[in-house]
C-alpha cells in the first residue's frame, strides 16, 4: 500500500469526504469504491498528471466547479530518481522537480489562500528523511525533500495566524512502490509500513507538531546526525550509504 492509499484510508476512517488525485485513474476509482462502501464517506477522483505545468491551477478550477472546499490538504505525490544525475534524461529530473516541488507549492498556494480565507484548515507535506542532507545518486529528489521540509517550516509560521496548521512529515524507508521504481537495493524486512507511518503523521498532526519523524527511531537518529558533522562529510556519508543500496 502506498503513503497516499494510507491516508485516504486513515482520513475515511475519521469519517472524511476525500478528494483523490493520481495519474492512475482505474486504482482511483477502486480505492474511492472501496472507502465509500467501507466508511460511508464520499470520494472524488481527479485524474491528473502532476509532471504538467498547469495541474495545481486545474485541480482548484475543478474543486471550485465543484463547491468543494478542502479542509486537510495532504500534499503526498512523489517519485525518486535514482543513479548519477547525469545519467538520467533531463526530462525526468524536471518532472521530479515538478512533481515534488511544483505542484506541491502550487496546491499550497491555491488551496492555502482559501483556508486562509476561512481561517481554518490544515496542510500536510510529505517529506523524507532524505530532507536533512544531501544524498549523492539521489540528489534531485533529496534536494526536493529538503525543500519540501523548509517551505513547510516557513510557510507553517506565515500561516498559524490564520489558523492554518502545516506540518512536514519525514518518513524513513516504508513499504511502498516507491522502490520498485528505483534502482535501490533495499530490503522491505527495514522498512516501516505504510499504515504506521501515517498513522503516526496524523496524530502528530492532531498535536498540532510542525514536523514529525514517523519512521523508527533508527531513522529518527540518521535524521539528527547531519546536524552535528561538517557538511562535507554528511555527504560522504550519504554516499556510501547510497552505494550500500546500489543507487550509484
Ligand atoms: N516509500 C518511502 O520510503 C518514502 C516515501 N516518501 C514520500 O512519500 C510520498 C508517497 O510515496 P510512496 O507512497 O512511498 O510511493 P508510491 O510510488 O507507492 O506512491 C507515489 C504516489 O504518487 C503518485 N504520483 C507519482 N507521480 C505522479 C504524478 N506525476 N502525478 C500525479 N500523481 C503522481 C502515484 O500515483 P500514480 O502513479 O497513479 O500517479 C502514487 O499515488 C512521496 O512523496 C515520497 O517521496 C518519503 C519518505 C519515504
Ligand atoms: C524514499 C525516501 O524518501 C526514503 N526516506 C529513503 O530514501 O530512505
Not at 488525485?21 to 464517506?41: C, I
Not at 470520494?43 to 491528473?48: F, P, Y
Not at 529530473?93 to 496546491?107: C, F, Y
Not at 525543500?147 to 507553517?156: I, K, M, N, P, R
Request: glycine letters at 6%; proline letters at 4%; a positive charge.
Amino acid at each position: 500500500m502506498g503513503l497516499g492509499e494510507a491516508f485516504a484510508e486513515a482520513l475515511a476512517a475519521r469519517g472524511a469526504n476525500l478528494v483523490l488525485v493520481a495519474r492512475s485513474l482505474d486504482a482511483l476509482n477502486a480505492l474511492a469504491k472501496r472507502l465509500t462502501e467501507q466508511y460511508g464517506v464520499q470520494a472524488i477522483v481527479l485524474a491528473v498528471d502532476l509532471a504538467e505545468r498547469d495541474a495545481a491551477m486545474r485541480i482548484s478550477e475543478e474543486l471550485e466547479r465543484q463547491r468543494i472546499a478542502v479542509d486537510l490538504l495532504v500534499n503526498n505525490a512523489g517519485f525518486g530518481l535514482t543513479g548519477e544525475f547525469l545519467s538520467n534524461p533531463l526530462a525526468r529530473e524536471e518532472d521530479l522537480v515538478q512533481v515534488n516541488i511544483q505542484a506541491l507549492v502550487g496546491l499550497s498556494h491555491r488551496l492555502g489562500s482559501a483556508m486562509a480565507a476561512r481561517n481554518k484548515g490544515g496542510i500536510i507535506n510529505v517529506a523524507s528523511n532524505a530532507s536533512f542532507q544531501p544524498i549523492p545518486y539521489m540528489a534531485t529528489y533529496a534536494a526536493s525533500k529538503a525543500f519540501v521540509l523548509h517551505f513547510s517550516e516557513a510557510l507553517g509560521h506565515e500561516l498559524a495566524p490564520r489558523n492554518v496548521q502545516v506540518m512536514a512529515t519525514c518518513p524513513g524507508p516504508t513499504s511502498t512502490r516507491f522502490f520498485a521504481a528505483t534502482s535501490a537495493d533495499q530490503p522491505t524486512i527495514k522498512m516501516d509500513a505504510a499504515e504506521v507511518v501515517v498513522r503516526r503523521t496524523l496524530e502528530a498532526f492532531d498535536r498540532q507538531e510542525k514536523v514529525v519523524y514517523p519512521g523508527r527511531s533508527s531513522v529518527r537518529i540518521t535524521s539528527w546526525l547531519p546536524r552535528f558533522i561538517p557538511r562535507a562529510l554528511a555527504v560522504r556519508a550519504a554516499a556510501a550509504a547510497s552505494r550500500g543500496m546500489g543507487l550509484h
